[in-house]
């Protein structure tokens, strides 16, 4: 049978069960976008700027577990998306990147968008790869979603040269089959040793979870209720373990976490961490130690021991393991003191943040009434800024899949883009961009696709009118700020621009009004702009917290230059 690359690569994105695509279409793809336009089960969606087109396919995946595809035109195309490329590798977030490639079938030089954009795309994916004949297409691409999926999940990009797009190829379909899939390795032989200094009657062990320990679901819980230990996660493994529980002890256990945190991992004897690398960002700048010995469990036995030394590395699949783990565990009977620290820390945390007084709007009673007027399916998403940190310590989440932040890349601008795809994956959830006023600028026009594609979320604009993640810094650690300062604009004119509504929440007092208004609009399937006054003066405990590790880091002549001419200026001006 005769088909074009085009029809094929439909095909192949279709039995891959990927339901949309993000990007703009080029002539080098028109005939792929063509295709599409036939396929029942692929919508393409066009974003207005191609880094979306990533952020896009990342929150689809995050908020579904369902993996999307990023269809861009060689070079300029490729370039744009690359930030949300760059995002979903560090992040652990598979993607399917599809490419196109200039023709191969003249030998001409000087091509329309011609750069060696595998080598650009290499360092920021799993693989890179072109496709060299008609025939490979097909199974190349299912070979590329799977391997996406593998393991440490990724992107992948596939480069389709043009001419494969555009020419007809012999191809067999009655032949197409689904890619075998690889082993998982379950990390048996470890069992017994783990299990073993888990079970020690002395040991008081400390739960360590990441995005990875996801796979593992409820077991989780079974796994925390026997070693009758606190649990931490890291920032993107936010929700994988229900923070209503009592066990639940922070989003992290160093500097960067509240004091009663801290004391409470202190007083562990080993930890166990699973799915997670002891990033940077996660660590506040490793601004954490493991308590006792670490015992490692990650799917890539590149991690364990790369930054913290570990007692017991063990390269495994975090559900396989702990579904192994848990029956061999001794029960433990609750321990009603842990229990009261981790509960009336957690009251102090509120006491602090609530007792935060201001004209303004003030973060925790705008999350909360984020959480509690919008239900607990809703979707967060955040950006790199003041309002991911602000997020992760004034949400409490029950599930993994409801908190989306670019965490390891740290990338400004996701979370608008990654609110949309995550609508389009989960209609039934509310969704909510956290939005920095400095972030808006980067990809709030994609506000435009959420009105053509009818997506009902609402953007939070958090105005400061400054890069306060960085201001802050500035300020604390410099006592100036410099090009942090935001010109001023107005969000609620942009939105009126591309056809949304906007809404202005000034004090705490109007939030359960705008909120209703938010709902009303969401559910007829319009986007919304909240332009929020929100009072940043109250720092968090992770920039707090992160400073002084920083500061305490430095060689002593640097912190005593950094503290004299912060005085200085504090005094002199
Ligand atoms: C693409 C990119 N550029 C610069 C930065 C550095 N950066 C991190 S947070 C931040 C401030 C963001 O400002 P805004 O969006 O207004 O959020 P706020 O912190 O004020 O809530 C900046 C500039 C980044 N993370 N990503
Ligand atoms: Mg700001």
Known sequence: MKLT?????????????????????????????????????????????????????????????????????????????????????????????????????????????????????????????????????????????????????????????????????????????????????????????????????????????????????????????????????????????????????????????????????????????????????????YGLEPPGPLIHVDIDSRVPGRNYPVQQAVTADAAAFINGLVPLLTPRRPNATLRQAIAAGHQQVWKDWLSHQSERVTPARLLRGLQDGLGPETIFTTDSGNGTFLAMECLRLERQGKFLAPVDYSCMGYAVPAALGAKLARPDCAVVALAGDGALLMTGLELLTAVQQRLGVAVIVLRDRELAQISQFQATALNRKTASELADYDAGGIAAALGVEALSLEHDGEIAAVLRRVREITAAGRPVLVDVAIDYSRRTYFTTGVVKTNLLRLPWPDRLRFIGRALTRRVFG
């Open 5 to 285: 690359g085009g029809a094929i690569v439909a095909r192949a994105l279709e039995d891959e069960g990927i339901t949309f695509t993000f990007g703009i279409p080029g002539t080098h793809n028109i005939e792929l976008y063509d295709a599409l336009a036939e396929s029942n089960g692929v919508r393409p969606v066009l974003v207005t700027d191609e880094q979306s087109a990533s952020f896009m396919a990342d929150g689809h995946w995050r908020a579904s577990g369902r993996l999307a595809c990023v269809n861009v035109v060689p070079g300029a195309g490729l370039t744009h998306a690359l930030s949300g490329i760059a995002e979903a590798f560090m992040d652990n977030i598979p993607l399917l990147v599809l490419g196109c490639g200039i023709r191969q079938d003249i030998p001409k030089a000087y091509q329309l968008h011609d750069i060696d954009q595998l080598a650009v795309v290499r360092p920021a994916t799993k693989a890179a790869f072109r496709i060299e004949r008609g025939e490979d297409l097909y199974p190349e691409i299912r070979r590329a979603c799977s391997l996406a999926r593998a393991g440490t999940p990724g992107p992948v990009m596939v480069e389709v040269p043009v001419d494969l797009y555009l020419h007809q190829h012999d191809v067999t379909p009655e032949r197409w089959c689904a890619p075998p899939r690889e082993a998982v390795a379950t990390g048996a032989e470890a069992l017994a040793r783990v299990a073993a200094s888990l079970n020690d009657p002395g040991a008081r062990p400390l739960l360590y979870l990441g995005l990875g320990a996801a796979r593992a679901g409820p077991e989780l819980v079974a796994l925390a209720e026997r070693l009758d230990a606190p649990v931490a996660t890291t920032f993107q493994g936010k929700g994988v373990f229900p923070e209503s529980h009592p066990l639940f002890l922070w989003n992290g256990f160093g500097a960067a976490a509240p004091p009663f945190a801290r004391e409470v991992a202190r007083g562990r004897s080993v930890t166990l961490a699973v799915g997670c690398r002891f990033s940077e960002v996660g660590t506040g700048s």
